[in-house]
């Protein structure tokens, strides 16, 4: 014990001397005028004093930032907010772990090694066909998902080795809901106030921009669909069925949490995301089954019909939906606009067009069984440039494999293969979650619990028959495989001590031993 804290010691000694010299030079920096300098010592000796005060739970970053999607454009760092936050973390631990403070060993089981075997697979196609970037003059470029990959292992790297306390527990759903919460404040902010966009875009980048009147919102006209707030919708309702019963957020009797469920789908709809409501159903019957509460599933029907019958019958006699809105329920029999049905049907066909490309051509795909990797060929960037310019953003999307199918795109990258393989990880994770969510019932650990594994197990069902792309799911599940270990190691050591404490108690009654009674 006296070792470890001398560990400590020295170690907050070095770094705040470090910080000393860090501060000083940045005085001296920003009376000079060098401001891209300046900012970059700043974060350092912010990071810095972040490490020092959180220690091992550093890791908690890492799910704060996970879902934010904009970067940092005052510091010169081509990073995102998620990928600073999991270098730090990551940096961070390995000085920890090098003075001791972070001990404990990591086990590794069946679904670590699925992990790995996708993880090499990816870089023996990364070795078949190697990419890099513009700026090192590459033959291929357009390589940024495989750091996006590596960032994605180092959060897992991360997780594997953290330890998940009751209170990081019972808070890590609101963690994972933070960076949603983010991209939705700076777009909504921007969105309603577009002369905000030059100032609030040096700090965050993940802004709106768009020339559409707020005041359009409710009329006929085409408004735009507001992307940046679906995710955080769909996280509310998340973050409500992995705390209460689901069938209390659809009673108006639970007020707040009725009225926070209504303002959440109204968020999924102003997105224009049919999938949305989608992943709405899912939720709730899967956290219903799980909470044990099968009969509720019917009840929730019998209050949701009615309701979204009311909805569709009032449109177009007591109000207009927004566009958006009616877009995302165009799939629904009702008065929608033409302009909201052209819009999904539009969306289905295009879909459509690029599946039929990939499957019956060669232009897009060189070798179906082992892939082509990410990136694609200078002719090819020619071509997309030229075609995006043109409105043509289709071919860039067969060009890149982002066709919206989750089995082409990854055939496209890894091939029927690395397909293959991605599927057995997909499988292995959701049966690990859904163990881990049976043995969490009844405790601490449930909500955390069952927020991940409504989503890796929508996952399997969302990335082969509706909305999949490898270079963005790939990444997510590895991190996801990563909160699966820690919440299970958590779990497996809050589980040992109530046992512990269940073993001492059966062997006490009232104040005397049983042993003592003969």
Sequence with gaps: MKLERLHEYVLITVVTTIGVVLAAFAGKLSG?????????????????????????????????????????????????????????????????????????KPTYEFLDIVVLVNVIYLASVFVRNPVGVDALGSARVGGRPYFVTIVAFLAYWVFCRAELNLRDARRLPFYLVCGYVLDAMVGLITYLAPWTVAVVGRLYSAVFVDDTDISNVSSDDSVSRLFFLGGFGQAAIQLLC??????????????????????????????????????????????????????????????????????????????????????????LPGHWSEEAKESARDSTEWRFY????????????????????????RQQWVGMTHANAEGGAQESFLITGQVHSGPLSAIKIVGIVGFSLFLVLLMVSAKEVIGIIRRAWGTPYFPAAIFIGISVVYKVIDYNFIFGSFD???????????????????????????????????????????????
Excluded at 42 to 49: D, E, L, M, N, Y
Excluded at 294 to 302: E, F, K, S, V, W
Excluded at 366 to 374: A, K, N, T
Aim: overall charge positive; charged content about 15%.
């Design 242 to 331: 992995s705390y209460f019963r689901p069938i209390t957020i659809l009673a108006p009797v639970c007020f707040w949490r009725f009225a926070l469920t209504a303002i959440s789908v109204i968020l999924i709809l102003m997105a224009g995301f049919r999938t949305g409501l989608v992943f709405v159903a899912f939720m709730l019957v899967t956290s219903s089954y799980f909470q044990k509460r099968g009969g509720d599933i019917l009840r929730m029907a019998l209050c949701a019909a009615p309701l979204l019958a009311l909805l569709i019958a009032m449109h177009g006699v007591l109000f207009q939906l927004p566009i958006p809105a009616q877009r995302a329920l165009s799939f």
């Design 32 to 104: 000079a005028g060098d401001t891209k300098v300046l900012g970059l010592l700043t974060a350092v000796i912010v990071f810095t004093i972040i490490g020092i005060s959180m220690r091992e739970r550093i890791w908690i970053l890492i799910p704060i930032t996970w879902c934010a999607d904009g970067s940092l454009p005052f510091l010169p760092l081509p990073f995102t907010l998620r990928e600073i936050a999991v270098l730090l973390a990551f940096v961070w631990f390995l000085v920890f772990k090098a003075v001791k403070i972070v001990r404990k």
């Design 472 to 518: 963005g799911d790939f990444p997510r599940l590895v991190f996801f495989v990563g909160l699966i270990k820690l919440v299970n190691g958590g779990l497996r050591a809050y589980l040992e001590t109530e046992s512990a404490h269940q073993a001492e108690e059966r062997l006490t009654v009232g104040s005397r031993p049983v042993l003592l009674q003969s």
């Design 354 to 377: 690029m599946w039929k490309v990939m499957l019956t051509e060669h232009k897009y795909i060189d070798s179906r069984w082992l892939g082509d990797g990410f990136g694609f060929t």
